[in-house]
């Protein structure tokens, strides 16, 4: 009996540390995104196009877990996003507005974020981020198909290379 009793033990301990080890490492809170400055859809209602930025964002912001160190977690927490391009009615197909992508049309974001060590420890946090990338269409890569939201997920690894890999980087 003993032994079964330190048998149940050893797997409920096994089980909770492999859990811990799952646990996701980038958390991202979306504040008000009904407000943001550009996350219209060109087609479809606007809360089923919001969803659908959120589920790529959180996608776009999971890959960079893989480049954290084991223990470190991302807390991000999206304030403002303006997509490249913009929509505008008076550019239709079929009754559709069209994403129409220019220059001028650059993507940007604003958000907070803590990045942590395995201890908890704050490495590094920042308020009020503002990312953009004006060179957009002349930086990100090309040939990768229809891709969606290529032109932000670049300016967002860009921005994850140059602050935060720095951070947890051996020298």
């Not at 009904?34 to 060109?42: C, T």
């Not at 503002?130 to 930086?139: A, C, L």
């Not at 090309?142 to 935060?164: A, D, S, V």
Request: aromatic share 12%; hydrophobic share 40%.
């Amino acid at each position: 009996m003993r032994t079964l009793v330190f048998l149940m033990l050893g797997v409920f301990i096994s089980a909770n540390a492999l859990a811990s080890q799952q646990e996701p490492t980038i958390k991202v809170n979306w504040q008000h995104p009904e407000k943001y400055s550009d996350i219209r859809p060109s087609s479809g209602t606007k809360k089923s196009y919001q969803k659908r930025v959120i589920s790529a964002f959180d996608k776009i912001w999971a890959d960079f877990a893989e480049k954290l160190p084991v223990g470190y977690r991302l807390q991000v927490t999206v304030k403002d996003l303006d997509l490249a391009g913009d929509v505008n009615p008076m550019y239709r197909i079929d009754h559709s507005d069209i994403r129409v992508i220019k220059e001028i049309y650059f993507p940007r974001m604003t958000f907070d974020y803590q990045l942590l060590d395995s201890t908890g420890q704050i490495v590094a946090a920042e308020q009020d981020v503002k990312v953009k990338d004006m060179g957009f269409m002349n930086s990100s890569p090309i040939g990768l198909g229809n891709t969606e939201f290529i032109y932000e997920k670049q300016m967002l690894k860009n921005w994850f290379q140059k602050h935060l890999a720095p951070k947890f980087s051996k020298p």
